[in-house]
């Protein structure tokens, strides 16, 4: 059974940072791309950052270089690095694992963790 768990939300003034980080177990973590997307309240969930098997990372433009994706195989898990936060990067995040399909497939997902960014 897969299981991707979130954590490292919370409440963040605005210029602040926050580290997410996402457990993965049940998969052959190495084998899969990780994503990061988030959902405002409201709205679709969009697309934040994906990073491969290879460490190969891609980034939502919107972001401009204030957030960086990593993982570690060893410990199965995924992180996302927010820098320089704004309020409207408020929403629940969510990971992702695809098993490298193209075009990517997020067969797997987390509950979330709630992200919120005062002004």
């Known amino acids: 059974q897969v299981q991707l768990v979130e954590s490292g939300g919370g409440l963040v003034q605005a210029g602040g940072s926050l580290r997410l980080s996402c457990a993965a177990s049940?998969?052959?973590?190495?084998?899969?791309?990780m994503a990061w997307f988030r959902q405002a309240p409201g709205k679709e969930r969009d697309f934040v950052a994906r990073?491969?098997?290879?460490?190969?990372?891609y980034y939502a433009d919107f972001l401009k270089g204030r957030f960086t994706i990593s993982r570690d195989n060893a410990k199965n898990t995924v992180y996302l690095q927010m820098n320089s936060l704004k309020p409207e990067d408020t929403g629940v995040y969510f990971c992702?694992?695809?098993?490298?399909?193209?075009?990517?497939?997020?067969?797997?997902w987390g509950q979330g963790t709630q992200v919120t960014v005062s002004s």
């Open positions: 992702a694992a695809d098993r490298e399909h193209i075009p990517p497939e997020y067969n797997y």
């Open positions: 049940g998969l052959r973590f190495s084998d899969y791309a």
């Open positions: 990073i491969s098997w290879s460490e190969l990372t």
